[in-house]
Structures are given as C-alpha cells and as structure tokens.
C-alpha cells in the first residue's frame, strides 16, 4: 500500500514569504506527527495529532509555525514570515495509534524547504 | 525527561568487515528504543526496535542490536558490511507511554570497497 507522501519534495522561498507543507498519512493511521531536520542533525518533534484530541504543539519553535490536520486525514504545516533559520528538511510521520510500547512511526521522504 | 547519545558522528568501515554504530540513553521510564537508517534522499526507514521483550533484536538486512539496561546502551551491529548499508542511522528513545521520539545527532556510515 501506499507509505506516507509529503508534497512539495523541495520548496524554495524569499525570507519573510509564507510556505504552506504537506502531509498525506498512512490510510487508518490516527496519529501524525511532524518533524524537522536540519542540515547534520538528528530530527525535532514539533506537532502531534491524535484523532480528534487537541493536538500537542509542544514542540512548534515559535508563532509563526503552525498546523492543521482534518480528522484523521491531510495535514498542513505553515511558516508564516519565513526567516532563513528555516530552511531544513520538514519530515512528517503517521502511526496506527499514539504511544503504546513500539508504536512504529513511518516517514515521508520529506519536504527541503531553503529560505533565501 | 529522555535523551539519546550518538557516540560517533562518522564511522567508516570496509566492505565485508563488522559494523558497530553506538549508542547511549537516558529515560526517566522502561524505555522503547529504535534504529532507523535514512538513505540520500529518501525517507527514515525502521531498521529495529526494542520492547522489553528479548533483549538482543534483530532486525532487517542483517543488523541486530542489544539492549544493555545496565549500561544503558544500545548498539547497532552488523557482521559484514555492505556497500548498500551506506547511509545515516539514528538511535531513538521514546518512554513507554509517551507519543514523541527522541532522536539522537545521527551516525554516518561509510562502506568502502
């Protein structure tokens, strides 16, 4: 079956520009979890969804990084005022359920985002 | 609160020759841990996970680790090398109950012929 698709593959933007990412999980994964990686580095949490449950933005850097998922379906991440900092490889992940011992999470390829 | 160690950043092996990428953690709670191998452009795939069940895991395309409570380690090996086995790995810890992975920095592995 399908994996988990993230769609653009690279985005290249002007500082201070918004970008909107996109995640398509697993059919039937309840929880969606985004990521970021930069350059040499090993990956950052940043949101979670489970169902329908508030969402768990510990992880968002700051105010300008936000997230939206429709029940159990798409997501998206949004960078308002893209500042170069951003730019790093934005990684989404889905999983049947949240927590439970070994709850796999599976990867999309990632959207590269570089901010000019 | 939980963390995970990459002890080496770039290990370089020859084809043929045993792998060991190493690993340390720190968990407030029975820990899961994972390894997970990402490829040049492609997206982080699950080599192995650990959950409390036996505690050396073997995983795909030869790997295996040994979860090591006493010494709070868990290491990557593999018997023989591949050219293929070219590729970054990370160590994750998540607690038991908890949704998030915690990653570590990353090992570059590089197989040369």
């Known amino acids: 079956g399908a994996g988990v698709s993230q769609s653009p593959s690279n985005k290249v933007t002007e500082k201070g520009k918004d970008v909107e990412l996109r995640c398509d999980p697993i059919?039937?994964?309840?929880?969606l979890y985004w990521y970021r990686q930069r350059l040499g580095q090993g990956l950052e949490f940043l949101i979670y969804?489970?169902?329908?449950?508030?969402?768990?933005k510990s992880g968002l850097p700051s105010d300008r990084f936000s997230a939206e998922r429709t029940g159990e379906s798409v997501s998206t991440l949004t960078i308002q005022r893209t500042q170069q900092e951003d730019s790093a490889v934005y990684l989404c992940?889905?999983?049947?359920?949240?927590?439970?011992?070994?709850?796999?999470?599976?990867f999309g390829p990632g959207t590269r985002l570089t901010v000019l | 609160a939980q963390s995970v160690t990459q002890l080496d950043s770039h290990v370089s092996v020859s084809e043929g020759t045993p792998v060991l990428l190493r690993c340390n953690y720190s968990?407030?709670?029975?820990?899961?841990l994972f390894w997970y191998v990402q490829h040049p452009n492609k997206g982080l795939q699950l080599l192995l996970k650990?959950?409390?069940?036996?505690?050396l895991v073997k995983g795909i395309n030869g790997f295996e680790a040994e979860f090591k409570k006493s010494e709070t380690s868990f290491h990557l090996t593999k018997p023989s090398a591949h050219m293929s086995d070219a590729a970054e790995y990370f160590c994750?810890?998540?607690?038991?109950?908890?949704?998030?992975?915690?990653f570590g920095s990353g090992t570059q592995l590089t197989v040369l012929p």
């Open positions: 969804f489970q169902g329908n449950s508030a969402p768990d």
């Open positions: 992940a889905s999983s049947w359920t949240s927590g439970g011992v070994g709850n796999e999470q599976f």
């Open positions: 650990y959950t409390s069940a036996a505690t």
């Open positions: 994750v810890v998540s607690p038991g109950s908890a949704r998030q992975l915690t």
């Open positions: 059919s039937g994964h309840t929880a």
């Open positions: 968990s407030s709670y029975s820990p899961s």
